[in-house]
């Protein structure tokens, strides 16, 4: 059991006063003979050369996306190009004590952070460790135009691997480190610890979170930098990661072993503006950005103000909380200042600030001014800085060349998007080390109790049994996490209430008694936070099953399930995995807030597995399949489910390891007259009104449950209308805009010429959802159902309709719109 932490009221009311620890600001001091001893000239020069490679390839793409050429190289670039030049000191700098096993994430600002922290590996792995990386990356497509007619050294080579496989990626080129499918504001190289660069403001924020728990729980070395701009200190993802990322229980009730905190630095590149909005004075409220991190920890996240401006500054501090991070006592927070000459994007006139302040920073420009520190100190001669001028022109000139070639740079198909955008992998575990467990699986308290449960909810008369003596949904559902939990070492689970409590509904209870706190723990109320640190763990190795406790909340949650869970394999090209499985509760009873069926939703969103088992035996072989996949699922459950038995496989739910074929429906009820197919808890209603039509009306019903969303196979639900010629489908969500009007059209182009009447859909109302006692005005019942076929299907003789199932209803509602 987890340490019991006591809340003592003599200790929380006693009187006194907080005290806050003194933040640097721009605390570094020079000293040129101490940073010629530490990086040596040769380093030092390194560092200038970096940066003037960023600075001509920024220009480069300025000069593309204003003028249509550089250096008399046509081209048309249609995408973006969000471009940093005047801040490739910070990112030089920041890359230059980083190691390969270091990972950053970055914004959409991004191409002189990717070329940093290339550049930054490229100068410390050795030379057959390189050709080894380029040799097998993609299969070599990247290295192999690069490659021909070479005649330097391998080190010159990766050099030219990284602005080319950068370039082409923004170009959207097939020999892209993307495939082109990443794009200027995504594109990442994983080999050289650059990862995702994401293009909603603050987007890593929480993401690096999860990646910098899968190094914590995982052992794994290096620590995460999170770059983000100081405007999205607005963010709820950024407040969240930083919340999640300095939870007291990484050091009050994880095992020491562990090591502490997740190693994150969040990193804020500040430049003073979001797009035309100025965060310093206008925006924002903080005066300097550093000062945030008081309110996290008494730590102050080790907060800091760096000189941006000079590279040297920025690499101590990422040398000085590299070790505070890599000791556990993290996380740490950064604001480091910059300033964006160019604008925020090429189509900027920069109205919304002076010449005048333009000029000023110009005049402090970055790479003039580390140049000339090295020329005043000996390190460098203006000759050396005009031939690093002339090499990076004539560098950034030949990778153009071959990005704009279409016959060495060409651009993928449609195909092959279609082919990233899952990985539909299986895969057992993702580590080979032993699970770390409290008690193995057959010794766990609850997994005992099931003997003494039936696995099918009927005795041998035929009669529903009692609560108290089923193996319910529930049950299934936790089977399921804990085998995996057994099998799979990198496995971790959170969310809000997971452990002491159990879930809110019951479903981990057991599991406490089960893991160590590493691997099933209790997060802030941050639901972003909660499916955003599991998207950076899963593509960062590790299997990560997350928990929103209503489906309501996935609006809590939105940017994380719909920008980030489901997009990041196939703009990686297939590079990265995203095992992430979301539980999110479907709810009834607690009214507007907590009672919605949000399927429609995913349904929506390309990169996403969708399923909503609606029995014990699909919850435990669905789960059992989302945990061995290698995709995003949003794996939706019935709050009125979790108490049910198995009803349909008399056999009962298996006690051993099985999986429900992916996309599959399943028949519960074979008839000849009418088919229903349904989605969620509405099977039930829908059987009770297949047996009032059969037994009152003579009807021979088929009852599909559909279970998946995506992927969904529909020849067998094809089969059916042509069998019975009439269709009625029905689920939980609200009838406008639904996902089964998807299935229903797609079932009416694929069987036109068999139906008897178009398929009717019944929802719930087009309301906010009532209180528990009104229910039964808000969610489908059986009567909807039989009257909706009575009204719009098939007329049943003698049939009295209990609620209005009319064209004229459908008319008045929609034109009241609800």
């Not at 099998?487 to 599991?511: H, S």
């Not at 042509?722 to 639904?738: I, V, Y």
């Amino acid at each position: 059991m987890p340490k019991s932490i006591l809340v003592d009221p003599a200790r929380v009311r006693k009187p006194g006063k907080i005290k806050i620890k003194d933040i640097p600001v721009n605390a570094y001091e020079g000293n040129f003979e101490k940073e010629k001893k530490k990086y040596g000239v040769d380093g030092l020069k390194t560092i200038y050369r970096d940066m003037a490679y960023i600075r001509e390839f920024e220009t480069m793409l300025d000069q593309i996306k204003k003028m249509g050429s550089y250096q008399g190289i046509e081209y048309n670039h249609k995408g973006p190009a969000h471009l940093s030049i005047g801040q490739e000191s910070a990112a030089v700098g920041q890359c230059y004590n980083l190691d390969v096993a270091d990972q950053l994430f970055g914004s959409h600002r991004s191409h002189g952070e990717i070329l940093a922290k290339c550049f930054s590996a490229v100068h410390k792995l050795p030379e057959k460790e390189l050709m080894n990386i380029m040799e097998s990356f993609m299969g070599g497509a990247t290295l192999k135009v690069v490659e021909a007619g070479h005649t330097g050294s391998v080190r010159e080579l990766a050099e030219k691997f990284v602005l080319y496989g950068t370039l082409a990626e923004i170009f959207a080129k097939e020999t892209g480190f993307n495939k082109g499918l990443g794009g200027s504001m995504h594109t990442f190289f994983t080999p050289f610890g650059s990862m995702p660069n994401n293009a909603i403001v603050g987007g890593s924020g929480d993401i690096s979170v999860g990646a910098a728990l899968f190094k914590r729980i995982n052992r794994k070395s290096g620590i995460v930098i999170a770059n983000i701009g100081d405007a999205s200190m607005g963010c709820g993802p950024v407040w969240e990661g930083m919340m999640m990322a300095a939870m007291d229980q990484y050091r009050t009730l994880w095992d020491k072993e562990i090591g502490g905190a997740p190693p994150v630095l969040i990193n804020f590149f500040n430049n003073f503006y979001g797009m035309g909005g100025q965060t310093s004075g206008e925006t924002m409220g903080y005066e300097i950005l550093a000062r945030v991190g008081a309110g996290v920890n008494p730590e102050n996240m080790h907060s800091e103000r760096v000189d941006g401006y000079n590279p040297l500054a920025v690499a101590d501090a990422i040398e000085r909380k590299k070790k505070i991070l890599t000791e556990g006592k993290g996380p740490v927070l950064l604001d480091t200042i910059t300033y964006r000459i160019s604008g925020h994007s090429p189509s900027d006139a920069s109205s919304y600030r002076t010449k005048e302040e333009v000029e000023l920073w110009e005049a402090n420009d970055c790479i003039a001014g580390y140049g000339s520190y090295l020329i005043e100190n000996g390190a460098a001669d203006q000759g050396y800085l005009d031939a690093i001028s002339g090499e990076t022109q004539q560098k950034i000139r030949q990778i153009v060349e071959l990005a704009v070639d279409m016959e060495k740079s060409p651009r993928v198909g449609g195909q092959f998007i279609e082919s990233v955008m899952f990985s539909d992998e299986k895969i057992e575990k993702f580590d080979d080390r032993e699970p770390e467990m409290l008690l193995s699986y057959d010794e766990n308290p609850r997994i005992q109790s099931f003997a003494r449960k039936s696995r099918y909810g009927f005795d041998e008369n035929g009669k529903r049994l009692s609560a108290a003596k089923i193996f319910a949904y529930r049950d299934a559902l936790f089977e399921a996490m804990l085998h995996r939990f057994s099998i799979d070492p990198t496995m971790a689970a959170w969310g809000e209430e997971n452990r002491d409590w159990g879930g809110a509904f019951a479903v981990y209870r057991g599991l406490t008694e089960a893991l160590p706190y590493h691997r099933l723990f209790n997060s802030p109320i941050s639901e972003g936070a909660i499916v955003g640190s599991g998207v950076g763990y899963a593509l960062a190795g590790g299997r990560a099953v997350v928990e929103l406790m209503y489906c309501d909340f996935m609006g809590r949650a939105g940017d994380e399930i719909f920008n980030q869970a489901a997009k990041w394999q196939s703009m990686s090209a297939g590079i990265l995995k995203m095992p992430l499985t979301v539980r999110v509760s479907v709810g009834a009873k607690y009214g507007a807030q907590h009672s919605q069926d949000w399927t429609s939703l995913v349904a929506h969103i390309p990169g996403l597995k969708a399923m909503f088992p609606a029995t014990p035996y699909d919850a435990k072989g669905m789960l059992n399949l989302a945990l061995r996949g290698s995709d995003p699922v949003i794996f939706f459950e019935s709050q009125k489910l979790y108490g049910i038995g198995e009803e349909f496989v008399a056999e009962g739910v298996p006690e051993g390891y099985y999986e429900v074929t992916e996309g599959e429906p399943a028949l519960r009820k074979s008839g000849t007259d009418l088919t229903i197919c349904t989605i969620g808890a509405t099977l039930y209603p829908a059987m009770e009104a297949a047996a009032e039509l059969e037994e009152k009306y003579g009807l021979s019903v088929e009852v599909w449950d559909l279970r998946f969303i995506n992927p969904l196979n529909y020849e067998p639900l094809v089969e059916s209308v042509k069998k019975t010629g009439k269709l009625l489908l029905a689920s939980d969500a609200c009838e406008r805009g639904s996902f089964l009007h998807t299935v229903a059209s797609n079932l009416t182009a694929l069987s036109f010429d068999y139906l008897d009447a178009p398929p009717a859909i019944v929802g719930s109302r087009n309301w906010i959802s009532p209180a528990a006692e009104m229910e039964e005005l808000f969610f489908p019942q059986k009567e909807w159902l039989i009257d909706a076929i009575h009204e719009r299907i098939l007329p049943l003789a003698g049939h009295q309709p209990r609620t209005v199932a009319t064209a004229g209803e459908i008319l008045r509602r929609n034109r009241l719109g609800v």
